[in-house]
């Protein structure tokens, strides 16, 4: 196992290195530069990242990429700014002069908006032909997944950036966040994992009133969730909601007509809110829903023990305590689990501007990591340094830097391996593998949950639609208008702080805000998809 591994890598390495000269930086280059019989200088590419608050900043002496330059020859002049200002930073060094340009953009948050946008104005480069020349490992995903290379592709026709992709076999990662049963509760109250959304209330009551910290109050917490989003998405499926997937919160299809929905508007949907108003209401939910972030949530898990929680899986130390449950069956019967991703995550993960006089080699460069190699160094490190090859869990860090860098479970450990990986939430082209992946999703309990949920996952699943750029100036209005309304409410129905006796009245301001326009721009971007 560990041979073939070594060989596959050895492999990989030759497609990339073939790039440029290498610099004779150890055995692996020396001999690629034997098999290169191209002189060509050793290549420098300028980049521009956005790093996310787990990661270390300087990304020059970052030891993910000090090991990729050997494997791969092209120095990488790396200019990062934090996450959370990468998109306005990169929309400011775009508006000036093409000098002043980055060769490319990694993890920069680019929409399929601005993807057109930098397009149609010069300033991105049309990748379409470079990926079907230099970029076999993300070709072959492409040719064998047609839908990511649908969502991929612009209205224009031009594919303009290189995605970051979950594997569509990656079960658990697609599912994401899932209904998670405390076993000790279940088994101390004699109880069985619900299986429609009745017994799930009947549930949280019983486990409201069980005083399990054995206080003599009734202070437990049944149901923790980070925000109603979350709760939304493995609920709204039990009312037949959310039939085309998690990417499409607002649109889906109506069953009965084969006619695009608008969700938040339909009776099924108003039914969903009355079921949350009723757990709100009698204390099921927990009340620091509308302020916890996630450490505290990720705390309170760990150890002040919940019922049950939505969330993409128990912290480690406490994963044999929480099963995830089936997806619930609703008052009409549907079973549906709604909460499933597109393996499309991200589409504008990595760009090449005009200002860059090596595309090829740029895009040789990226698609190292759409390889099960490449997946390895990005998200495990270097073999017997940071990680150690395991036969039963090729995920497995090494005990000998477990210290440094342990599994992502939090928000320290994260930190620790943000000092030799960029991963942790960060947005970056390449593919999320099952057999490379160190978070949770990658646990055995997650991929248990996966497999139950999977009788009922949508028959389809929709990547993000694109948008022409008349079409997104609309969008961008009725989004805030209309989208921003829907949540707002959600939330005061839920509270009670409007009643149900409102909702005729809110179905009218919703067509007031453009709801009609709104239905006719999505159509259009379908029959765009489904139709190209
Ligand atoms: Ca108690």
Redesign the pocket.
Do not use: A, L, P, V
């Given at each position: 196992m560990k041979s073939t591994t070594r060989r596959m890598g050895l492999a990989a390495t030759a497609a990339v290195v073939l790039v440029g000269v290498c610099c004779a930086l150890g055995l692996t280059a020396a001999r690629l530069v034997e098999q290169n019989d191209n002189k060509e200088q050793s290549i420098t590419i300028k980049a521009f990242a956005g790093y996310s608050p787990a990661v270390a900043s300087d990304w020059n002496r970052m030891p993910l990429w000090l090991q990729y330059e050997r494997l791969s020859g092209i120095h990488i002049d790396w200019q990062t700014v934090p996450a959370s200002e990468v998109a306005d930073r990169r929309n400011l060094l775009l508006s000036r002069s093409p000098g002043e340009w980055p060769d490319i953009l990694y993890g920069t948050q680019l929409s399929p908006l601005e993807l057109v946008g930098y397009g149609a104005s010069g300033v991105l480069i049309p990748l379409e032909n470079l990926i079907d020349r230099e970029a076999p490992h993300l070709k072959a995903l492409l040719d064998r997944y047609p839908d990511v290379r649908r969502g991929l592709t612009m209205p224009d026709g031009h594919i303009y950036s290189l995605p970051m992709l979950y594997d569509p076999e990656f079960g658990s990662m697609l599912t994401g966040e899932k209904l998670w049963l405390s076993r000790s509760w279940l088994a101390a109250l004699g109880e069985r994992p619900p299986e429609t959304t009745e017994e799930l209330y009947r549930l949280l009551k019983r486990f409201a009133s069980s005083?399990?910290?054995?206080?003599?109050?009734?202070?437990?917490t049944a149901l923790l969730v980070q925000d109603i989003d979350s709760l939304e998405l493995v609920l709204k499926g039990a009312w037949g909601l959310g039939n085309r997937g998690a990417e499409h919160p607002f649109v889906d299809v109506n069953p009965r007509s084969g006619a695009l929905r608008f969700i938040p508007t339909s009776p099924e949907y108003k039914e969903m809110l009355q079921f949350m108003r009723r757990l709100y209401e009698e204390g099921l939910l927990d009340n620091r829903l509308f302020a916890i972030n996630e450490s505290e949530f990720l705390r309170l898990i760990r150890e002040e023990p919940v019922g049950a929680f939505v969330g993409n899986g128990p912290p480690s130390s406490v994963e044999g305590e929480y099963a995830a449950g089936a997806a619930l069956a609703g008052p009409r019967g549907d079973r549906l689990f709604a909460g499933v991703h597109h393996p499309l995550h991200r589409a504008g993960a990595f760009a090449v501007t005009s200002a860059n006089r090596y595309p090829e080699a740029a895009i040789r460069w990226a698609d190292y990591f759409y390889s099960e190699e490449g997946n390895r160094l990005f998200f495990l490190g270097s073999p017997d340094e940071t990680y150690r090859p395991a036969a039963e869990r090729a995920s497995a860090f090494s005990d000998s830097t477990a210290a440094v860098i342990g599994q992502g479970e939090d928000a320290k450990s994260e930190r620790r391996i943000g000092q030799f990986l960029i991963w942790p939430r960060a947005e970056y082209p390449g593919i999320v593998r099952k057999t490379t992946f160190p978070g949770a999703e990658s646990s055995a309990s997650a991929q248990a949950g996966a497999s139950r949920l999977q009788p009922a996952l949508p028959a389809e699943v929709w990547p993000g639609f694109t948008y022409t750029p008349d079409e997104n100036d609309l969008m961008i209005a009725y989004s805030a208008d209309i989208q921003g309304y829907v949540a707002e409410m959600r939330n005061r129905f839920i509270t009670g702080e409007v009643t149900f006796e409102a909702w005729d009245d809110y179905v009218v301001s919703l067509r007031r805000k453009g709801l009609t326009g709104y239905m006719a721009i999505y159509a259009s971007a379908y029959k765009r998809f489904a139709m190209p």
């Open positions: 005083d399990r910290n054995g206080n003599y109050k009734h202070d437990e």
